[in-house]
């Protein structure tokens, strides 16, 4: 199971980013997927994740309405749409894996067992 994350840069506040989360020696689409962050000093967080049995959905509250997670499968592909991004968004972003996250804890990155490596995402002000 591998997941190569990728899409991060440097962007200038109020514009959008598109990271991606390719995975191999897998089919995504049997997993659960979330989006998460890390900033210098701080604890991983969750952002955005995506439920495989029924696409139910978990975004952080910061992020809700300016963040949407995606799957597609025929590219066995995760996405994260980031528009209008904040200073604040600023982090190294990892996305992670694994089946039968329960809803309560899809935020969660314990929940998660299989993790790509970060793409880093800078926003100026």
């Known amino acids: 199971v591998q997941l190569q994350a990728s899409g991060g840069g440097l962007v200038q506040s109020g514009n959008s980013l598109r990271p991606s989360c390719a995975a191999s020696?897998?089919?995504?689409?049997?997993?659960?997927i979330g989006w998460f962050r890390q900033a210098p000093g701080k604890e991983r967080e969750g952002v955005a994740c995506?439920?495989?049995?029924?696409?139910?959905?978990y975004y952080r509250e910061s992020v809700k309405g300016r963040f949407t997670i995606s799957r597609d499968n025929a590219k066995n592909t995760v996405y994260l749409q980031m528009s209008t991004l904040k200073p604040e968004d600023a982090a190294v972003y990892y996305c992670?894996?694994?089946?039968?996250?329960?809803?309560?804890?899809?935020?969660?990155?314990?929940?998660?067992?299989?993790w790509g490596q970060g793409t880093l995402v800078t926003v100026s002000s």
């Open positions: 020696g897998f089919t995504l689409d049997n997993y659960d």
């Open positions: 995506i439920s495989s049995s029924d696409g139910n959905t």
């Open positions: 992670a894996a694994d089946r039968g996250v329960i809803t309560s804890s899809m935020g969660v990155p314990g929940a998660y067992d299989y």
